[in-house]
């Protein structure tokens, strides 16, 4: 009897050590093993998506509504279709840009668009509303440039300008215009 009670905490010990590395064995989680994705498959599809961006005092900068968007894995293209990009200054719309399709990188903010591209910049008390009407658009974001060598119709008011490519500079307020030049004005 001496020796039994002397082995049992030995025991009791070495029983609760086990019983430690067993439950520690079922509780471990271990990450699911990750499957390839398909490079032309997109990685995720979203439907019928509206996104809303607000600035620092809550008010609107900027709002897209989308009937489809869609990115393929190890890509930074956010491809697009039937996209409808609404940009705010001081929370009143500045520009909205209307497209049946575009494709978005987000590193970079370059963005093409194709398909009936409509850009409206909206009439403020010093400026009167801007309409652009091409096939295909080029637009950065992070630059404020936009160009293209399509066909493009501008009516400012009264004002009409037909060309076959431009280049627009947003922050310097300069358009090119590249060929095929017609201007209409109208002051």
């Given amino acids: 009897m001496n020796r039994v009670a002397r082995l049992f905490p030995i025991g009791l010990m070495l029983g609760m050590g086990l019983l430690a590395f067993w439950l520690n064995v079922l509780t471990e989680w271990r990450a699911p093993a990750q499957r390839q994705l398909n490079p032309n498959e997109p990685e995720y599809t979203i439907e019928r998506l509206t996104a809303t961006r607000f600035d ?3 008010r609107l900068q900027q709002q897209l509504a989308t009937g489809k ?6 890509q930074e293209q956010v491809y697009l279709q039937q996209m409808d990009v609404k940009q705010f200054r001081d929370g009143q719309l500045d520009y ?6 575009g494709v978005y990188n987000r590193r970079n903010g370059e963005g093409q668009f194709d398909g009936n ?3 409206v910049r909206q009439a403020r008390a010093d400026q009167r509303a801007v309409y652009l009407q091409t096939a295909t ?3 950065n974001t992070q630059t404020g440039i936009m160009r293209n060598q399509a066909p493009v119709a501008i009516d400012d008011g ?3 300008i037909r060309s076959n490519g431009f280049y627009y500079n947003h922050p310097a307020g300069q ?6 030049v017609r201007i209409t ?3």
Wanted: aromatic content about 6%; cysteine-free.
């Fill in 137 to 139: 658009l080029q637009l």
């Fill in 56 to 58: 620092e005092q809550g």
């Fill in 117 to 119: 591209v409509n850009l």
């Fill in 158 to 160: 009264l004002s009409r």
């Fill in 185 to 187: 004005y109208a002051p």
């Fill in 175 to 180: 358009l090119k215009l590249l060929s095929s």
């Fill in 96 to 101: 909205q840009l209307r497209a049946e399709r």
């Fill in 69 to 74: 968007m869609w990115k393929l894995p190890e």
